[in-house]
């Protein structure tokens, strides 16, 4: 089964519909994000590459089409080098989430378009305007992806490889509250990559990212909008880490051991923080989460929201069975105003925490990713 969801006028679909691979992905029951819709837990097919046009290896006729379809060119200017280990630790990261953007938007506008059980439009004006917006997207972030590995090809760095990936909705408004909540999570990364680089004196990336930023809010705000949902979250968007974007990916799309190469990656993957309580509505209460081993002693939940200070709150009314750990953590929505994302963490200690970066270092499990409004 597929699980997308996308809107484009029929005719620009039709005159690229060469440029744009017909897979046949799945989707299934995987750690979800912001307690999404998930899929029946059948077994299913995995979304595996290439696609019909040769991406990841793109022909340069083949990258001339993609760029036609994603409205844009890849940037002519000189690809930067002489990279430290730590941004090429970024540009790795980036590449291995445009991949999967990439295997997530081609499955979308694939159930869109042909109409697949969950993704059906009536409206034969919508669905064109849905599917001309999945098209153009799906070939900007074929774009970010060569981007990514040209970046690290000019270091003379291995391109990161695709995984197999499944993805956890199965209709239409599912799959679009998915792709937001995992573009706000690059919107966060991508301010930790252009705090790296410019810290590392690689300030002439920064711009590209920036870019890149923009252009991911500009989709974020279709998807937003597309779900009924005023088009911008909050008014600072909440940072995240490297950290968490590699282990959310990890935990929620990415088939385990199909990777060729994310080990070059060299970042952590942490536990799974399963938030049970759902749904959490705008106000002070009190939320539930489960790992999958007791916490340790003076351990603490931290939310990132923002660009505020982390929030620690204590952890009560710990119960450990069958291996599995429940337990309590205060939500401090109303003080804090905690809408857009709100990233859960399980740390060790009790803080206090600069910021997302530092929350990470400390982090046991996580994270949980949490969407008000």
Request: with cysteine; charged share 10%.
């Amino acid at each position: 089964m597929h699980t997308t969801t996308t809107i484009i006028g029929m005719s620009a679909f039709l005159s690229i519909a060469s440029a744009v691979p017909v897979p046949e992905s799945r989707w299934q029951n995987r750690q979800s994000w912001n307690n999404a819709p998930a899929a029946p837990s059948a077994p299913a097919s995995p979304f595996t590459f290439p696609l019909s046009n040769g991406f990841p290896d793109l022909t340069a006729d083949a990258l001339q089409a993609v760029e036609m379809q994603g409205q844009g060119t890849e940037p002519n200017g000189a690809a930067p080098t002489g990279l430290s280990d730590d941004d090429l630790t970024s540009f790795r990261l980036i590449a291995f989430n445009e991949l999967f953007e990439v295997a997530f938007f081609t499955d979308l506008l694939y159930n869109i378009t042909n109409n697949v059980a969950g993704f059906s439009i009536d409206d034969p004006k919508q669905k064109a305007s849905m599917i001309n917006a999945i098209t153009a997207i799906q070939a900007q972030e074929e774009l970010h992806a060569v981007n990514a590995n040209a970046i690290l090809a000019a270091n003379n760095q291995a391109a990161i490889q695709p995984c197999q990936y499944q993805f956890p909705s199965t209709t239409l408004t599912g799959a679009l509250s998915f792709a937001k909540t995992f573009t706000d999570v690059v919107l966060g990364t991508l301010q930790d990559v252009q705090l790296h680089l410019s810290t590392n004196g690689a300030n002439g990336v920064v711009p590209v990212i920036g870019s890149v930023i923009g252009q991911e809010g500009e989709q974020n705000g279709f998807f937003r909008a597309s779900t009924d949902l005023i088009p911008s979250a909050q008014p600072f968007l909440t940072r995240s880490s490297r950290e968490f974007a590699f282990s959310a990916l990890n935990q929620a799309v990415v088939v385990p051991n199909s990777c060729p190469n994310a080990n070059l990656i060299g970042l952590p993957i942490f536990a799974p923080l399963t938030v049970i309580t759902s749904p959490i509505a705008a106000n002070d209460q009190t939320l539930q989460f489960s790992v999958a081993a007791a916490p340790p002693a003076g351990a603490s939940v931290v939310y990132i929201n923002g660009q505020n200070t982390p929030i620690v709150q204590p952890i009560s009314n710990v119960n450990v069975q069958n291996g599995v750990a429940t337990f309590q953590a205060a939500f401090p929505y109303t003080e804090n105003l905690l809408n857009g994302l709100t990233i859960a963490a399980l740390v060790n200690g009790s803080g206090p925490f600069a910021d997302a970066e530092a929350v990470a270092k400390a982090t046991i499990a996580g994270p949980g990713l949490i969407e008000i409004n």
